[in-house]
């Protein structure tokens, strides 16, 4: 049975309560508007932007234009339209993905491009830890203040029991390195850690994020930064090595 939204008389920007995203080969999703749907079919309109970095899901306030078009279900999971994480006009962002009202790949895309604008390299998605390259230095998530806090935050100064004590700090990379030494050291459980990802998304500089600040856990709960001692000192050494692996030549990576 067909499903029809009314429309607003408006410069093209046709009205439904359906916000959506539409699969598009270039651009992967669009975040568009279901006016009406059939069967295996729907109408959609799709806005036109000035450029991929402005296409936000935002209502489509960005917008240059909009098009009708009409569309096949069949490739889409269920014969259904994802559906946009939006409130308001404005999307639904959140540190942790487990939390998006409605999860699939455009939702998590979208969830990552809004805080990637706003300089936030990582999200988290349940134990996962997802971080996007930044393509510039952030120094001030990485100084030796925030280190200590995760350290204290996620070690030394967490509660017993169920309180999950991540719920008290930003994503970050430390927070796996910091579980990773309370799992070892207090826990006295095998930890192990995976960084994946393609060519050049920053898996050699991960790693070493994640191992200095492992070093710098080990120095014990702190107030404040203390005096470097060896163990972080001969983590630093190891940087030329992982630079080496990380600087292999591959397909995407000459």
């Not at 916000?19 to 069967?39: A, C, N, T």
């Not at 946009?84 to 540190?95: D, F, H, P």
């Not at 895309?109 to 510039?136: E, M, S």
């Not at 060519?199 to 709960?221: D, R």
């Amino acid at each position: 049975m067909a499903k029809k939204e009314e429309k607003e008389e408006d410069d093209g920007q046709a009205a439904t309560s359906g916000m959506i995203y539409v699969f598009d080969k270039e651009l992967s999703w669009v975040p568009s508007r279901l006016i009406s749907q059939e069967g295996d079919s729907a109408v959609v309109s799709i806005p036109t932007y000035a450029d991929e970095a402005s296409i936000l899901t935002d209502g489509g306030k960005g917008a240059k234009s909009w098009r009708e078009e009409k569309i096949s279900l069949k490739t889409y999971p269920g014969k259904q339209l994802p559906l946009q994480n939006i409130k308001g006009g404005k999307l639904v962002e959140v540190a942790d993905m487990v939390d998006l009202p409605f999860l699939h790949e455009a939702a998590i895309l979208f969830n990552l491009k809004a805080r990637h604008v706003q300089a936030f390299p990582y999200t988290r998605t349940g134990d996962i830890v997802i971080a996007v390259n930044p393509y510039q230095w952030l120094t001030q998530i990485y100084t030796e203040e925030v280190q200590v806090r995760y350290a204290n935050k996620l070690v030394w100064d967490a509660e017993a029991g169920d309180v999950d004590a991540r719920k008290s700090v930003e994503p970050h990379v430390y927070e796996t390195s910091a579980l990773c030494y309370k799992g070892l050291a207090v826990d006295g459980m095998n930890q192990s850690i995976l960084v994946s990802g393609e060519s050049g998304a920053g898996k050699t500089e991960t790693v070493k994020i994640c191992m200095n600040h492992i070093a710098a856990v080990q120095k014990g709960p702190a107030d404040k930064p203390q005096a470097e001692n060896k163990v972080v000192q001969r983590v630093v050494e190891s940087n030329p090595l992982l630079e080496a692996f990380g600087n292999a030549k591959t397909r995407r990576n000459d």
